[in-house]
């Protein structure tokens, strides 16, 4: 049962938010009363997510560019009169084993998963003064639970993790929050996954207990944020610095897994593309 959430009035700036756990975390937090501006490349996508959350500006841009991040940060600004959040659901996960990941595949994971979240954050840091403002970054469980074919990944939320600490230390007027979060469907997470090389990575997961037999869905994820959102804010004296969010699922066992993989190679269980962590 979801909570009692009340963001009216929250100025929030989601970034990420045309699809998957961005987009369902903007939506609810435009239902619960929050004002937002959402921010990605993919423009027509960005509409379509204001028209759902009945409101809100779009903002498209490339995060990676520096340029970018500072033009966004004083167009919300603007539009909103202030910014009391900046949510970051952004991230770019390769599935390669690190033997074949080549520089532009490591280069890639790191400008969308480390350089982007820190422009967006010094741009929003310098526009915004010493006014207190929540920070908000989803990090991965694959940090603390290393997985076949997720190292580079792993490593650039590794990576993201330590950036975060270093804006607490930097910077203590702001709020800073690190949510790790686990399997969920559905997303573009998936979307540039090689069928060989996840079909030889299931197994090996499974050995793990890393697939479990059911996923989060995407929009219970977006309700949990917007709520984790308005109880920060709610509490500014406050701060949540570490948080995990996973399903309540046991593992897939090696056998079930192998039987479902016999007859959907290279697919993710239950067809799900997945955050997987």
């Known amino acids: ?10 100025r929030v700036l ?3 938010a045309s699809s998957g756990i961005g987009r369902a975390t903007a939506i609810a937090v435009a239902r619960s009363g929050g004002r937002i501006a959402v921010v990605g490349r993919r423009a027509a996508q960005l509409d379509e997510v204001v028209e759902a959350a009945g409101g809100g500006f779009a ?26 959040a900046v949510l970051v659901p952004i991230g770019y996960s390769p599935l390669s084993f690190l033997r074949d990941a080549d520089s532009a595949l490591w280069a890639d ?24 403002t929540l920070f908000l970054y989803l990090s991965s469980v694959s940090v603390a639970n290393p997985a076949h074919g997720l190292g580079v990944y792993a490593a650039s939320k590794a990576a993201l993790d330590h950036s975060i600490i270093g804006w607490r230390l930097e910077h203590p007027e702001h709020r800073f929050t690190r949510l790790s979060v686990g399997a969920t469907t559905p997303t573009d997470i998936y979307r540039d996954f090689s069928a060989d090389v996840l079909t030889a990575c ?9 697939v479990t037999k059911d996923f989060m869905r995407v929009e219970d994820v977006g309700v949990a944020i917007s709520e984790l959102t308005a109880l920060v804010l709610a509490h500014p004296e ?25 007859e ?14």
């Open 14 to 16: 989601l970034v990420g």
């Open 202 to 210: 299931l197994p090996l997961w499974a050995s793990s207990g890393l």
């Open 59 to 84: 903002l498209p841009a490339d995060l990676r560019q520096q340029e970018d991040c500072q033009r966004v940060v004083a167009e919300a600004i603007d539009k909103l009169g202030g910014l009391d």
């Open 264 to 277: 959907n190679a290279g697919v993710i269980p239950a067809s799900r593309a997945s955050e997987a962590g």
């Open 1 to 10: 049962m979801a909570l009692t959430v009340d963001l009216q009035g929250s």
């Open 109 to 132: 994971a790191y400008a969308t998963n480390v350089t982007a979240p820190s422009l967006v954050t010094a741009a929003a840091v310098e526009a915004l003064g010493g006014s207190s």
């Open 238 to 262: 406050i701060s949540i610095d570490e948080l995990t969010v996973v399903p309540a699922s046991p593992p897939m066992a090696s056998d079930e897994l192998a039987e479902y993989s016999s």
